[in-house]
């Protein structure tokens, strides 16, 4: 494990205890930070280390959608995973408002049939959607969710952290198709979420997660090479 990894791993367990202890100020300036590592530079602007141009620095377009022996899932997969949770959580359950993939049209941007969140998906559909995703797209929708993000969170009042989802939120998730039936337990999971421990998951530590299964990703594919 790097300085960088570990420099995450610290700030999360800050922001948990930031959270815990309702130090507001603190924890929305400890998120800015945490967040912005898991998403492109090109999110935050801000002068830090980014995990995922980490992962995608000097991968062909062939290698993103590449799923290797062994493996479940490709680098296009763990992308399009983590911005449709970040999409769902951020903006129909903290904000109360529509997911950017419906909203702004990105299922016919990024050329997929895929609505939900990815959760509890057949092999052969991941396969199918690493292999049709216009990966210029799915960097340009995961860019887009990370900026709104930005934004619904420094939007939030201190006492909003303290509360979970209204059941009507939760509901229009149902009603939007944004989760498998066959995968309601991450819905389930969510409800009982207060909007700090939202904070911690999806948007930061999921990411943090997943982009550690692209690299090793990244890694077995080059040395196949």
Known sequence: MDANHKQWIQG????????????????IELFLIQHAMVHSAKVSKAKLWSFEDQVLD???????????????????????HLTRCEDITMNMLVAGTPQLFVRDGWAKKLKIAVFHSANSMEARDVANLSAQIDVDELRAYRQSVGRK???????????????KAEASRLQKVVEAGAVLPEAIGILNYWSKRTVAGLLLMPPTRHNFLHLNEALRIKQKIQRAK
């Open 12 to 27: 999360q367990l800050n922001l948990r205890r930031a959270l815990s202890a309702n130090e507001y100020q603190k924890a």
């Open 58 to 80: 000097n991968l062909t377009e062939d290698q993103v959608r590449c799923i290797p022996p062994g493996d479940e899932h490709s680098i296009a997969w763990i992308l399009f």
């Open 149 to 163: 993000t930005r934004e619904v969170v420094r939007k939030l009042k201190p006492e909003e952290l303290r509360t």
